[in-house]
């Protein structure tokens, strides 16, 4: 080794044609032999540049093609193998034989399974990788138009789903990677960017709904690899057991340097036609037709009242219709809410990125603009980003690089869910009807009373404006690393990171709204987080073929992460104006405060493969994590996972079976772990407040539980994956994944003074089966038609509680109950509409002595009780994608389905709409009113119209309906311009296409299907969007 | 080369060493205090702060003990027909969930940081002394805080002494630290009232020097703990001992407090540390009664204004009746009367209790009244006519004391206990007592003059010692999430 440095430090020119063979130098002066070709694609007979071609074996003596794909390479001896391989393509195994001209045809590699995927600390061929995991790769969502990439991954791998927030841009999805496994310590994923556990999570604090992940370019990602049982993720121990989301940022490549730039821009409208409204007329006739059934039934109550009585039952009607539905009054404007509110938003995204390098240097540096309007009017979503990600081989045994990713993003958002008239959704939903008028004659805004019962809620268009909900986030991601050969086979790596996030939150509400002259006049509040993250790891990696036969590899390392926060918060009332708003500008203190927090991790890791033949393959990992949010005796874990593969093809009787391309098994067993979210729960803490004037008290109001530890995730995984007639490529998973130790907020007797506290006492399971299947259905030089399928199937159920027949309520409609699923609902169970009398019905569902329910039909909801609604759960009996691509020459399009069907879907919004003329009579009404009952002998499921009722709006099963769908995700199109044009212009490529999200549904809800969360609850939030963006793609 | 290796393993070695120092993995957030840094008595003086601060909460003070001592009698009803105080208003209570249930837990977690501060006493140093005084007055504030809130579940959650003469299920006796899951069968009631009597007698020997003997409107002082102790012995009718302690504060030359005056009376209930206020729970812009700013307490919910839930508890007709018999009244300057309002027509004339504005007129800013001077006397007046030996000459003087601040030029009466019990009434209408009156006396709630309980007549009648039928929900159940975790504690009869 020492003999090799000085020779590599002798000026060595003369051998040397192309600028790129610089990367051997090291060997090259000495090598013995010399080798040169060209490598070719099967399918379409170009060169390949930037191909790789090692020495089997030494990985020492490797180079890239050139532009015209030919390479040149030195190597110690005539003897071996040369191996060829580029991104998509079989590597080509191919021996010397003392041969200095090897030519390589590369067969494009639709089969995949020896491929190079990134795995957790390291990069494994798929064929030899015995875990379950699912890879996605850039070119599956670089046009998709959306903000992060999180929301591109619908229908895109076996078992994630994604819940929506809100189809604000910028806002939170919540992804699930095979269910749920946590009830309070987190359900959200790991997110590890380049190696580096990153801050991830809604990070919101000023109702804007803001995802740590929005810092992120989807154009800077490489590929992303969802990791999801134990044998894959268990090395990230005690944070794995959601699964883990491994991005790749995208890295340079020596050679020519290349510029890319690129154009979009896009028009987003809501998907769907949520939650059709009554006409103008129908509301007039609906309402009409309440106070018709009214009169005739209380006549003494109504137009009879001897209080008040009215000359005719006619008269009367017409009085309350005009009360509760006035006529629209001249001078005043009206408008369609709607409309009003919302907006056909338009989205614009710019990118730049310029990557080249030699074969010493090689980089990626990217730039981007993205500019999103909100279909709310005024929100909006902006952010700068930017990525350089540089690699340089200081010596032979020496590469080093660092990854910077920059960002700083702006949004503006609104307040979700049931806060008034501050969530102009439901504004526009719920209450606003044709009826309320806009504006006044004078084109200001009205800010009448809507609703005399709710006097606080004013024109939704000055809410609207008034509100302010802006969240600001720079991020600096930086992940410089080492890496030494030490000896052949032998790497050590070295790692850090650091990941600097901030945060400004500005909350309030200007002197004209309601809510800021209850508070005075007018109400800002501003928040700042810091959320610093340093990351240090350290592995050592040996790798070795003794025998040909057998290769062995271990891995040892340690990693020490600390997270630290910065918080604080300032709240004022009085603002000097109503335009510039700062804190200065700001007159009395409400509140203020900030604190900092930490937590930390310290772990050691490692990994042991055995491979035998490239048939049989063994892994074990183990990883020891000690953490700071447990108290020091409970405070280390440990995480292992073992798991084998056999493939099968490989087995010398399989050879001769030619329809068969590839066969193999695979199993792993494995424990990882979830940390509690709170992070100081292991010893009692006093709270501090103000008390009276200039004093202050102190009081525990959190429990300490000092026996508090990891929830453990045991899972298991077999899998099948085959591949044959050379086009039809299959994968099913089979798992089961048990939570024990489940972090619970478990019932405790009061006088411990807590009603429930922290701890490992709950079970869960998750049981499933994924299958994958992708054909290719014509692949020839002009024409590549592939097509596939992913279903999973996921059931869940609650193992264990604190107490034997322990039931907690959870968010209202759902229950935890042991022998459950974490989605069941509990409410009221609705028995529809009597035919004869068109009165609401209930069952009545209260517990007789002997433990079977009353099902007694009750008219009011107050008489019914809730109960578990068996069978109705919100997770589905199967979900997944369907993808499929077409070429033909320069155009492609690709599409990509998302499914679901067998859950329900809890439409809360139901409440307020069909409220059956009962009780919010100043409301909108849902067009599902129409099919009210009318007259005996009417079967529907929506009752008579009748104010006063104590209708069907409670929670019941009413609110439950079916929420099947299949939904065109996304889809694009795109035409690579000839080159014969391009090429005059001096332009590499120019591709320009159209893509499209959340392009259509079928459905038979009434309200997007994805509206609802994770869970299948929909809280009137903003629903998701349809974006339609068209864009130019040029590289030079 | 090899060099550059070595230093880099060396340095990595070293950051390995470095990482895995042991305090790596201790950290404390900025925001709290651990438990085990409580070192001086200033530390105490703040911990015993924090009783009042959680008593004064939207769970607590701030609001149910409110609504459930007004809305479930006579003079206080819902405006409207939905929400917690319309179930509240019809007894609407089940072991399963109902408007204000966690009370139960809320009172046992301040009665763990009564038991966990008696832990820590023992350890902290008092050398002067003034500093054994402070030390004192923060251990006879703790017993008098455990016993107030264990007398608070024991009038919520069990039924009157009086009844019974305590036989039936009381309190779970919060005694010591317990640790999380342990578990505990309830007393009776009069061992409940037997542990309250002896903190609150055991307080007041701590309470004795002349340090807590300073009005301290904010805490519980030696008047207060006193005040407390009469208060309990009315309610078991120990008048004896009711009179006893009420009579020594009253003719005590050492009680810094006065009644508030006739002028003094309206205005008063806008300010804070009025003359009377013996305690009051202390709210301040910066520590509202609630997260939302006040607006979903009990001062927000009577007072009248914009909002959803504002104005939405007013007094019966039958309480302005009583009222309105003597219309110079100085208490009808708490009430206001709203007119209808062109826009907004439904609402019809209705009048209102404007009892709590708020000191700087702001309503956020009510601080929960827990004990004035007033009800000393009128405990003593009540307990003078039913001590063994009554002492009528007494209860005159004191009941008239009260009538007369309120309109000058009333004539004295001789009281009886009807006049003493609409007296309370009147002058207690919002401050969250008429429900435990009728109760511990065991005396017929009679709602039949109100229209707003539709659909049944069930709680329209309410006799609070004859449990009957459904009328057991007189008293709050225990949960049905509690009787799983303590299944030593039985649940009332009826639930």
């Known amino acids: ?1036 | 080369m090899k060099k550059y290796s070595i230093k880099l393993l060396a340095l990595l070695t070293s950051a390995i060493l470095l990482g895995s120092c042991s305090d790596f993995l201790d950290t404390d957030p900025t925001n709290r205090v651990p438990s085990n840094e409580i070192q001086t008595i200033r530390d105490l003086e703040k911990i015993v702060n924090g009783f009042y601060l959680q008593m004064k909460w939207n769970d607590y003070y701030g609001t149910p003990i409110m609504v459930l001592g007004e809305t479930r009698a006579d003079d206080f009803k819902p405006r409207r027909s939905t929400g917690g105080f319309q179930q509240i208003h019809r007894y609407d209570f089940t072991t399963t969930n109902y408007s204000y249930g966690g009370i139960w837990d809320k009172a046992y977690n301040v009665i763990m940081n009564t038991n966990f501060l008696l832990t820590l006493w023992d350890g902290i140093p008092a050398n002067t002394q003034d500093e054994i005084d402070r030390k004192n007055n923060v251990k006879g504030q703790l017993y008098t805080v455990r016993a107030f809130c264990h007398f608070d579940i024991v009038r919520l959650y069990c039924y009157p002494y009086l009844k019974d003469n305590g036989a039936s299920l009381g309190a779970v006796i919060g005694d010591k630290v317990f640790g999380l899951g342990e578990q505990k069968a309830r007393a009776t009631v009069k061992e409940t009232y037997d542990f309250v009597i002896g903190d609150l007698t055991e307080a007041l020997t701590y309470l004795s020097s002349d340090y807590s003997k300073e009005p301290s409107p904010g805490n519980f002082n030696y008047w207060g703990a006193k005040g407390l102790l009469a208060r309990v012995y009315l309610y078991k009718g120990d008048y004896d001992n009711a009179f006893k302690h009420a009579d020594e504060i009253l003719t005590d030359p050492d009680n810094p407090y006065r009644l508030n005056t006739n002028l003094e009376y309206v205005a008063a209930w806008g300010q804070q540390d009025a003359p009377e206020t013996m305690l009051e729970l202390k709210v301040t812009i910066m520590s509202n009664l609630d997260d939302n700013g006040g607006v979903d307490s009990w001062y927000y919910v009577v007072w009248h204004g914009p909002g959803f839930a504002a104005g939405n508890l007013v007094p019966t007709k039958k309480w302005f009746d009583l009222l309105d018999q003597d219309p110079d009244d100085v208490r009808h300057g708490l009430i206001e009367t709203r007119y209808p309002d062109p826009e907004e027509t439904p609402f019809t004339p209705f009048k209102w209790l404007a009892k709590f504005p708020g000191y700087d007129k702001d309503f956020k800013k009510n601080n929960p009244m827990i004990m004035r001077l007033t009800e000393i006397y009128l405990i003593a007046a009540e307990a003078a006519l039913k001590k063994s030996t009554p002492d009528q000459a007494k209860a005159n003087q004191y009941l008239n004391a009260i009538r007369l601040r309120a309109n000058p030029a009333l004539t004295n009466v001789t009281a009886t206990e009807d006049l003493v019990l609409d007296e309370r009434r009147k002058e207690f209408i919002g401050e969250g007592h008429r429900y435990f009156d009728l109760a511990r006396l065991g005396k017929t709630i009679d709602r039949t003059y109100d229209n707003s309980l539709p659909g049944t007549n069930a709680y329209k009648i309410v006799d609070p010692w004859n449990v009957s039928g459904t009328q057991h929900k007189v008293i709050l159940p225990i949960s049905n999430a509690q009787r799983l975790a303590n299944p030593l504690a039985d649940q009332n009869p009826g639930y």
């Open chain 1, 1 to 1036: 080794m020492i003999f090799n440095l000085i020779i590599r430090l002798k000026p060595m020119r003369k051998k040397i044609k192309l600028f790129i063979l610089l990367l051997l130098v090291g060997s090259s002066s000495y090598a013995q032999h010399q080798v040169t070709g060209k490598v070719t694609a099967g399918d379409t007979n170009e060169p390949v540049p930037y191909a790789s071609v090692v020495l089997k074996g030494e990985t020492r003596y490797t180079t890239t093609t050139d532009d015209n794909g030919n390479y040149s390479i030195s190597l110690p001896s005539g003897e071996g193998i040369l191996v060829a391989s580029f991104v998509g393509y079989q590597s080509l195994d191919v021996a010397i034989n003392n041969r200095s001209i090897i030519d390589f045809t590369l067969e494009p590699d639709a089969t995949t399974l020896d491929e190079a995927m990134v795995v957790a600390y390291g990069v494994v061929s798929k064929g030899s990788y015995s875990g379950s995991a699912s890879v996605i790769k850039a070119d599956k969502i670089q046009d998709v138009p959306v903000v992060s990439f999180e929301q591109a991954l619908s229908g895109s791998a076996p078992g994630v789903t994604l819940g929506s927030t809100s189809g604000l841009p910028g806002s939170f999805p919540e992804i699930r990677i095979r269910g749920v496994g946590s009830m309070n310590a987190g359900n959200d994923p790991l997110y590890v960017i380049d190696g580096i556990p990153a801050t991830s999570g809604d990070l919101s604090t000023a109702n804007t709904g803001t995802s740590a992940m929005n810092f992120l370019n989807p154009s800077d990602i490489e590929s992303i690899t969802i990791l999801k049982d134990a044998a894959a993720a268990s090395l990230y121990g005690s944070r794995a057991a959601n699964g883990v989301v491994l991005i790749t940022t995208k890295k340079g490549r020596s050679g020519k340097t290349q510029f890319r730039f690129k154009a979009e821009i896009g028009f987003s409208d809501f998907a769907f036609n949520n939650h059709p409204l009554a006409t103008d007329a129908e509301h007039e006739m609906l309402h009409r037709e309440a106070w018709t059934n009214f009169s005739t039934e209380y006549p003494a109550d109504s137009w009879q009242d001897p209080d008040d009585p009215y000359p005719s039952q006619e008269a009367y009607v017409n009085a309350m219709v005009e009360k509760y539905y006035p006529s629209k009054k001249a001078g005043l404007g009206y408008v369609d809410w709607r409309k009003k509110l919302f907006q056909t938003a338009v989205t614009q995204n710019y990118e730049l990125s310029i990557s080249g390098g030699n074969e010493k240097t090689r980089f990626f540096l990217s730039g981007g603009y993205n500019k999103n309007e909100a279909v709310t009017v005024g929100r909006y979503f902006d952010r700068f980003s930017g990525t350089f990600n540089l690699e340089h081989k200081a010596t032979k045994y020496i590469t080093m690089g660092a990854g910077v990713q920059f960002s700083n993003t702006d949004q503006a958002g609104h307040q979700e869910g049931t806060v008034a008239y501050d969530n102009p959704w439901w504004a526009a939903l719920s209450f606003l009807t044709y009826r309320w008028p806009a504006y006044n004659a004078d084109g200001t805004y009205w800010t009448g009373v809507y609703d005399p019962n709710n006097s606080s809620y004013r024109s939704p268009l000055l809410n609207n404006d008034t509100q302010i909900t802006t969240s600001a986030q720079t991020r600096v991601l930086i992940k410089p690393w080492v890496e030494m050969n030490i000896i052949d086979g032998l790497k050590a790596k070295s790692t850090f990171g650091y990941d600097g996030l901030y945060l400004r939150d500005r909350f309030g509400w200007l002197p004209e709204h309601a809510n800021g002259q209850a508070y005075g006049d007018g109400f800002y509040t501003v928040k700042h987080h810091e959320y610093l993250k340093l990351v240090s790891s350290t592995t050592l990696n040996y790798n070795k073929t003794f025998a040909n036969d057998h290769t062995f590899g271990a891995m040892v390392g340690w990693e020490a992460e600390k997270q630290h926060n910065y918080h604080d918060y300032l709240g004022k009332v009085d603002m000097a104006s109503i335009k510039y708003i700062s804190l200065t500008l700001t007159g009395n203190v409400l509140d203020l405060y900030d604190y900092e927090d930490e937590s930390t991790m310290l772990s050691f890791l490692s990994s042991l493969n055995y491979s035998y033949k490239s048939k049989y393959f063994l892994t074990a990992t183990y990883r020891r994590d000690g953490s700071s949010r447990l108290a020091p005796d409970h405070r280390w874990g440990d995480f292992w996972s073992v798991s084998g593969s056999w493939r099968i093809i490989n087995e010398s009787f399989m050879q001769n079976i030619s329809w068969l391309n590839d066969l193999r098994v695979r199993a792993s067993y494995g424990v990882s772990g979830t940390l509690p979210t709170n992070w100081y729960y292991y010893k009692p803490y006093y709270r501090f407040e103000t008390y009276g004037q200039g004093d202050g008290g102190l009081y525990i109001n959190e429990p300490a539980n000092e026996e508090l530890t990891w929830e453990k995730n045991h899972s298991m995984n077999i899998a099948l994956e085959t591949r044959v007639l050379d086009r039809v490529s299959l994968s099913a998973d089979f798992y089961i994944k048990k939570t024990k130790d489940l972090l619970m907020n478990a019932t405790t007797a009061s006088i411990s003074g807590y009603s429930t506290y922290l701890r490992n006492v709950g079970e869960m399971q998750n049981k499933g089966v994924e299958l994958d299947i992708n054909v290719d259905i014509i692949k020839n030089k002009d024409i590549t038609w592939t097509a596939g399928v992913n279903w999973t199937y996921n059931k869940n159920e609650i193992t264990k509680m604190s107490f034997e027949g322990e039931q907690i309520i959870s968010s209202s409609v759902f229950l935890f109950k042991e022998g459950y699923s974490y989605n069941q609902y509990y409410s009221r169970e609705y028995a529809g509409v009597d035919p004869q009398t068109g009165k609401v019905q209930f069952y009545k569902n209260s517990k007789n002595a002997d433990g079977t329910y009353d099902k007694t039909i009750v008219n009011s909801a107050s008489s019914a009780s809730s109960i578990i609604l068996e069978g109705k759960t919100g997770d589905p009996k199967g979900y997944g994608g369907i993808t499929t691509s077409f070429r033909y020459k320069n155009l492609s399009v690709g599409l990509v389905f998302n499914y679901m069907y067998g859950h329900y879907v809890f439409d809360q919004a139901q409440d307020q709409l069909q409220q059956d003329g009962g009780y919010y009579y100043y409301r909108a009404i849902s067009k599902e009113q129409l099919r009210r009952w009318q007259k005996p002998g009417d079967i529907t499921d929506v009752p008579r119209r009748m104010p006063g009722d104590e209708a069907g709006y409670y929670n019941s099963s009413r609110m439950l309906q079916k929420g099947d769908f299949i939904r065109l995700k996304n889809m694009t199109i795109s035409y690579n311009l000839p080159k014969a044009w391009t090429n005059k212009a001096g332009i590499d490529n120019v591709r320009v296409y159209a893509a499209g999200n959340n392009v259509f549904a079928l459905t038979g809800l009434y309200f997007d299907p994805e509206l609802s969360n994770a869970r299948g609850f929909s809280n009137r939030q903003t629903p998701p969007t349809r974006t339609i963006s068209f864009g130019i793609e040029v590289s030079l």
